[in-house]
């Protein structure tokens, strides 16, 4: 007669469950390098995970019923520090490894005549339990992902907020950025997609080029903060048909993450003032928008503009009087040249002169016109009008 459930031709198999348990131990021990390396309170954690695994396993074939699920209560008797030192392919490993010891031992916990019974459901139940591992792994990635999400947003709204204190050093330091040098901000508009979709997206460029990446989405603006980089506009480019449609401002060149407040203010100034450049290129530098950022009323774009246009033209021989001869003229050179009584061949030397000294092409209408918003302002600096002009005009006659 069979003998009912519950009573005592069962307990042998589940005296023996902790002798199974021992047996998976050691061979944990003896196959696995990353069970040897365990600290020994860990090891017993994860001694008592397989244990819970075999009871749960006996409990669950006990009940005769395929349709039950194999739930992941049994790594609930671990703390949840374990799972940050033992990884989901280790925790497979111990699952493997305690399948295979309980199937050569399967006498120890069958009835008799339930051995190959016992082996059959050790297959689906391997397999569960494999699954729910897995389920706990994914779960816990996607909560340090929500957590890092929202570090990494923390750190560059710090960034535009130029807040280079203790508290960014440290949330840069848990995000691996306390040594990441060669910074540029990048910003434009989001895409019509999830922030989840955008950062992916953003990561895999940036990962190709071997850059370093913050992301982080105010409303329809997308803000990234590229690290490790080498050509700032070459790195933007790769990343642009990532943005949504409108310009693209990338942010001067810092030299660490400390610095990038600066980066981030020119490229969001750039962004606000972009759509007065209808022909601006995508991305377009930051520094490449001076003239539309000083008249929006960026001081530091006015200072810029007159220390790299207006004073270098004044400091080199006086070619401030060629280039505003030449603006008035409307960008004729006999007209220019009767103005400063020289011969054209000479106001043409003295453009070709003025653009390698500010980088900037007098016979390009652009570039023209940042040079004459230039001279604006800095003649407003200097508090005088055509400062080096009889200088200049003498050098000509002579």
Partial sequence: ???????????????????????????????????????????????????????????????????????????GTAPRELAHRVT??????????????VEEHVELLALPGEEAAVRDSLLRYSREVAFAAAQIYAAAAESRGAWDARLESLVVHAVVRGEA???????????????????????GTAPQRSSAEVAEAIRSAAARDGLEVLIAVQGNRLIVVLGRLSDPMASAQ????????????????????????????????????????????????????????????????????????????????????????????????????????????????????????????LTRPREAWVVRVALAYGRIAAGTAGLGRRSDSAAGRR
């Fill in 1 to 75: 007669m069979d003998t009912p459930p519950g009573t005592s031709a069962r307990e042998p198999a589940l005296r023996n469950v902790g002798a199974v348990a021992t047996l998976a131990a050691q061979r944990m021990e003896r196959e696995h390098q990353w069970y040897r390396e365990l600290a020994a309170e860990d090891r017993s954690w994860v001694g008592l995970v397989a244990q819970a695994g075999i009871h749960a396993f006996l409990g669950w074939y006990r009940q005769r019923d395929d349709s039950l699920p194999v739930t992941a209560d049994i790594f």
């Fill in 88 to 101: 989901l392919r280790q925790t497979l490993d111990l699952v493997r490894t305690t399948i295979d010891v």
């Fill in 238 to 361: 790769a990343l642009v048909g990532q943005f949504g449609p409108g310009p693209v401002v990338v942010g001067p060149r810092v030299p660490h993450l400390f610095a990038a407040g600066r980066s981030a203010r020119s490229a969001l100034s750039g962004a606000e003032v972009a759509a007065a450049w209808p022909d601006a290129p995508r991305p377009v530098a930051a520094d490449d928008l001076l003239a539309e950022r000083a008249l929006n009323g960026e001081g530091p774009a006015r200072r810029l503009l007159v220390d790299r246009v207006y004073r270098p033209l004044v400091d080199h021989g006086g070619l401030l009087d060629t280039a505003t001869a030449y603006l008035e003229s409307g960008g004729r050179l006999e007209a220019t040249g009767r103005d400063l009584f020289v011969h054209p061949n000479t106001v043409r030397y003295r453009l070709g002169r003025i653009a390698e000294v500010i980088d900037l092409d």
């Fill in 165 to 187: 204190d203790d508290t960014l050093q440290s949330r840069a330091a848990e995000l691996g950025w306390e040594q990441v040098g060669d910074i540029a901000v990048v910003v």
